[in-house]
């Protein structure tokens, strides 16, 4: 009994089974600590790749009208600048079943490190906790984008053409509806009633006919279209492709930044910073602004001079800049509303915004060409506002 006492006493060895747990331990945390560790790092890497890939993808599924090859094609060479540990740094490789369009405009990749791919991520203490474990690791991400059309943005130049309508004489000015004698009080024309004829025809015209969408400047109808805008005086009525001068911010803005030195510093070199979308009603500059519009005008080709505009591929090339800055955006008002009165002030009630690409001016008068442009905005989830800007964002 004795002996047996002084045995369970007896602490000599009790190091060296603490030492054996202890090392398992820390083999335990070496695992947590390093292949955790590799892990995640893998897994950052290729949500990085996977989001550059979906967003390029999206961009061009859009530019390319819905080309899905071409998508598809960018997006794995996208994915392939990118790089992701393996067992060193390695290009993120994928293939055309990683890529996928689940809605039109809409674009899926996903990146991976994976075993039956042959490019598993690298881990170092797995197999000492489990021998029949091999030490490879499988990580996936996915991204997903689309593009969505932008209604409202800032960096607008002080340019405000009338929005286009359906100009039944051709003589470039909005005709409200001819007055009438509704002699039966049923508050519609009826044939026979006196009218005032206008335009001199014979018959009793109805309002000229204006809707954003179907008469308006309109992105899948316009782009490519080449457009010369002259400076109108406040005091004129509106006419077709001719501009008043405006201020910023738009009414309800704390400042309404007026004069010409404001006007010709937010055609060049600044843009103005307010966000302005339809609806907005935006102040006339009463003076004239032909001065400070030639002097803006020319800023802003001097800063890009080589770029051109090629209609072939509808795009502006030879440009020193990712992009022009001769890419312009600028309002367009309700023809029908045409000039109001704000708080006694002249002003426009904005219906889109447009894009032009500035070729040339003569004086305060602007040529160009319509384009769509990439910015940041509003977003417009029915396309309802133009369709001249659009933005690409990540969905998932």
């Not at 890939?53 to 899905?68: F, H, R, V």
């Not at 197999?127 to 409202?152: D, Q």
């Not at 302005?276 to 009463?286: A, C, N, S």
Request: proline share 7%; glycine share 8%; with cysteine.
């Amino acid at each position: 009994m004795r002996s047996l006492k002084r045995v369970l006493r007896d602490e000599k060895g009790a190091t060296m089974i603490t030492v054996a747990i202890a090392i398992v331990v820390i083999f335990g945390f070496a695992v947590l600590a390093i292949d955790l560790s590799m892990i995640q790092l893998a897994k950052t890497q290729l949500q990085n790749a996977a989001d550059a890939a979906a967003l390029a993808g999206a961009l061009i599924l859009y530019t390319s009208g819905g080309n899905q090859s071409v998508a598809t094609a960018e997006a794995i060479r996208i994915a392939g600048l990118n790089e992701a540990v393996q067992d060193i740094q390695r290009p993120v490789v994928i293939g055309e079943s990683d890529v996928t369009f689940p809605q039109p405009h809409y674009i899926r990749v996903i990146t991976h490190r994976r075993i039956d791919t042959g490019d598993p991520v690298t881990l170092y203490f797995l197999r000492v906790l489990n021998p029949l474990l091999e030490n490879k690791g499988e990580v996936t991400a996915h991204a997903a984008a689309t593009i969505w059309c932008v209604s409202g943005t800032d960096c607008l130049r002080p340019f405000c053409p009338p929005d286009r309508w359906d100009d039944a004489d051709n003589d470039s000015t909005w005709d409200p509806a001819e007055a009438y004698t509704d002699t039966n009080g049923n508050g519609d024309y009826d044939v026979g009633e006196p009218f005032t004829d206008a335009n001199g025809n014979g018959v009793w015209d109805d309002e000229e006919y204006y809707h954003p969408v179907e008469t308006g400047y309109w992105g899948d109808k316009d782009i490519g279209t080449q457009i010369t805008l002259k400076l109108r005086s406040s005091n004129q009525s509106p006419r077709m492709c001719f501009y008043y001068a405006v201020r910023y911010g738009p009414e309800g803005c704390d400042t309404i930044y007026s004069g010409g030195d404001y006007y010709r510093e937010w055609i060049c070199p600044e843009c103005e910073p307010f966000v302005v979308r339809p609806g907005d009603r935006l102040h006339m500059e009463p003076g004239n602004m032909v001065g400070p519009t030639n002097q803006g005008l020319k800023c802003l080709i001097d800063l890009d001079p080589t770029a051109q505009w090629d209609p072939l591929t509808g795009t502006v090339i030879n440009s020193a800049f990712p992009s022009s800055p001769r890419i312009i955006k600028a309002p367009v008002f309700d023809p029908t509303l045409g000039v109001q009165v704000c708080h006694g002030v002249d002003c426009l009630t904005v219906t889109k915004i447009i894009v032009l690409f500035v070729e040339e001016h003569s004086g305060a008068d602007v040529v160009g060409w319509f384009m769509s442009v990439a910015t940041e905005g509003v977003p417009d989830p029915d396309c309802s506002a133009g369709g001249f800007m659009y933005t690409v964002s990540l969905v998932e």
